[in-house]
């Protein structure tokens, strides 16, 4: 696609339910990361995927938050018992990679989750 | 101490001002260095790349100091709509593809 494509846009559920949010990078792209921000807050690091290689989960918090990625394509990062403090935009970002340096990110729009 | 630090502001700065952000990095490792742009609830976009010997792109020019560890950002004639936050990136690992972000820095440019 013209994007990176993150759906839901908006996610309103009850603590103690799980949620999955879902991640479709741009065409082409082979690494996708996972990001979360939290309101007045920077981006948190929880996930990267880089084609076929073991994924770096070093950023998950817990647990209870785990991500795949099928296909070398779309992702889905799945929250399980959620908690309010779990309330936060999730973004996903997609990028070529590249032989050196860091790659340069290409963000969604961000799914907003909200744990009442 | 945090991996990247940025002052939050906000900078409350007129039209046509000329206005720098500062931010420090940890790791002196880190190898690549980003300042990206945040409008309000939207995601972050890439605004420029950092270089060691410094970089501009018309009003934006940005600078690295490895010694210091240190980044900065300088906006010359500030327009209305250089309102954002603007998020300082570094690539804390080279064994690591993932970007560490700073919170970022608020500018508000006011008519």
């Known amino acids: 696609g013209a994007g990176v494509s993150q759906s839901p846009s908006n996610k309103v559920t009850e603590k103690g339910k799980d949620v999955e949010l879902r991640c479709d990078p741009i065409?082409?792209?082979?690494?996708l990361y996972w990001y979360r921000q939290s309101l007045g807050q920077g981006l948190e690091f929880l996930i990267y995927?880089?084609?076929?290689?073991?994924?770096?989960k070093s950023g998950l918090p817990s647990d209870r938050f785990s991500a795949e990625r099928t296909g070398g394509s779309v992702s889905t990062l799945t929250i399980q018992r959620t908690q309010q403090e779990d309330s936060a935009v999730y973004l996903c970002?997609?990028?070529?990679?590249?032989?050196?340096?860091?790659?340069?990110?290409?963000f969604g729009a961000g799914s907003r989750l909200t744990v009442l | 101490r945090k991996e990247v630090e940025q002052d939050p502001g906000p900078f409350n700065v007129p039209e046509g001002a000329t206005v720098a952000f500062n931010c420090t990095y940890s790791?002196?490792?880190?190898?690549?260095f980003f300042w990206y742009r945040q409008d309000c609830r939207k995601e972050p976009k890439l605004l420029m790349s950092?270089?060691?010997s410094g970089n501009e792109d018309g009003r934006f020019t940005a600078q690295l100091n490895r010694a210091s560890q240190y980044i900065s950002l300088l906006i010359r004639d500030s327009k209305l709509s250089d309102s954002a936050t603007y998020l300082c990136?570094?690539?804390?690992?080279?064994?690591?593809?993932?970007?560490?972000f700073g919170s970022g820095t608020r500018l508000q440019v006011q008519p």
């Open positions: 970002a997609s990028s070529f990679q590249v032989s050196s340096g860091a790659n340069v990110l290409t």
């Open positions: 065409s082409g792209h082979t690494a």
């Open positions: 995927f880089q084609g076929n290689s073991a994924p770096d």
């Open positions: 790791n002196s490792a880190s190898q690549s």
């Open positions: 950092v270089y060691s």
């Open positions: 990136v570094v690539n804390k690992d080279t064994g690591r593809r993932a970007l560490t």
